[in-house]
Each structure stands twice: as C-alpha cells, then as structure tokens.
C-alpha cells in the first residue's frame, strides 16, 4: 500500500526566509510524487511532480524538490519566502499497483510573517 | 482558472436526504476524479472514472456513487446524508489514465449536512 507522511501540520517562516515543507511517502514500487498547493477557498493547483526522471524537479512560483530514494523523502523547497507563498501545501504519491489511487498527505499550512 | 467546473458551490441539506453534484472536465480531458476534504479526514480520494468507465475506486462510501456520461461530465450522489458527510467535495481531471498525469482541479462543492 502507499502512503504519504507531511510533518508539521503548520509552519511559520519569515518573509525571505528559506521554505522547507517535508514529505515522506511509502511505496513498493517506484512512485510517481506530486506537490499541490491550496489557496484559501480555492482548489488544489499543481506545484510540481516527479515522474522517475531528473531527481531535482523544479515548479512553479520557485519552489523545487529533490526525490530520495534512500530516505523515501521529497521535501518541497523555496529558497525565499513571500507573503504570497501562504497557503495549504499538500504532497500526493500515485503509481505502482494502485495505478490510478491516488494519496494525499495531510497537508501543511505555511505562515509567512513579514 | 483549471478549466474544471463544479456545480453547485455550497450547498446546505437536511440528515437522512440525497444530493447530487456536478463536475465538467477540462476539455480534452478523459479522466474525472472526485475527493473529499474534511477538517479531520484532510483530502481522501473517493473514485476515478476514464471516458465513462471507473478505473478505481478510494475510500467512497457505499451511501456515495458516481458516474460519468457520454459528454464526459460526471456526477457524485451521496445518499442518506450523515453530520459526517459534511465536506469539501472536489473534481479534478486528466487527460489520461495514468498515474503521471497532472490534475487539475476545480474549485469545490461545500456540502453543509444539518
């Protein structure tokens, strides 16, 4: 079975701070890894995904991840932070024997103070 | 804007009734998916439908159905309606069946049980 595992159902970065919302997924197979982002009274807009080819994917708004294989890990990453970057930030995991299921982790709100 | 419509977007219904709610894919996009998020559940995927046909099915109750129709808009009925039941239901679509693709999501029913 996959699942996935955010860590830190809220976090709060200043403005022009590093951004680091992790996630850890559990897979059998390889998985296809995705990051949405969720804007107050909006629904989910993809920031980036992971489809089993270069291990550092870059996305939307400045954001980036790195799969890790050896640490299960796909941590989204954004070197500076703006006001506009808070949000609800969710990691999904797809693929292997649940082809079309996908997961969703619990999400992470980020805070950005001024 | 995702392309993807949802109809309605709030809607408030008694416990013990029955409701219907309406998605539009993208155009192009042959896969619908419909979620539930819940203050204490967060986002759980209840079904998937490719070009009229369920490809998988996630955490629905047996109260819940859905189908697509021949123009590829689909329809998620919950049934005998429960507090619980009370969530954000999304759609999202694909233009394929497989796990890789982007979804794109649209913007939510609020369903109020009271």
């Known amino acids: 079975a996959q699942s996935v595992t955010q860590l830190g159902s809220h976090v709060s970065v200043s403005e022009g701070a590093l951004v680091l919302l992790r996630c850890n997924y559990s897979s059998s197979v390889p998985p296809y890894l995705f990051w949405y982002v969720q804007y107050p009274n909006q629904g989910l807009q993809l920031l980036l995904k992971?489809?089993?080819?270069?291990?550092l994917v870059k996305g939307i708004n400045g954001f980036e991840a790195e799969f890790k294989k050896s640490e299960t890990s796909f941590h989204l990453t954004k070197p500076s932070a703006h006001m506009s970057d808070a949000a609800e930030y969710f990691c999904?995991?797809?693929?292997?024997?649940?082809?079309?299921?996908?997961?969703f982790g619990s999400g992470t709100k980020l805070n950005v103070k001024p | 804007d995702s392309g993807v419509t949802q109809t309605p977007k709030h809607l408030i219904t008694a416990t013990g009734q029955r409701v219907t709610l309406r998605c539009s894919p993208r155009?192009?996009?042959?896969?619908v998916y419909w979620y539930q998020q819940s203050l204490d559940q967060g986002l759980q995927f209840l079904i998937h439908?490719?070009?009229?046909?369920?490809?998988a099915k996630g955490n629905i109750l047996e109260r819940f159905s859905a189908q697509q129709f021949p123009d590829l808009h689909s329809e998620l009925n919950l049934s005998s309606l429960e507090l619980g039941d009370s969530a954000l239901y999304f759609c999202?679509?694909?233009?394929?069946?497989?796990?890789?693709?982007?979804?794109?999501f649209g913007p939510g029913t609020r369903l109020t049980v009271l």
């Open positions: 439908y490719y070009n009229g046909e369920e490809r």
């Open positions: 999202a679509s694909s233009v394929g069946t497989g796990s890789n693709n982007e979804q794109f």
């Open positions: 992971y489809t089993s080819a270069a291990t």
């Open positions: 155009s192009g996009d042959l896969s």
């Open positions: 999904a995991v797809s693929g292997g024997y649940n082809f079309n299921k996908f997961y």
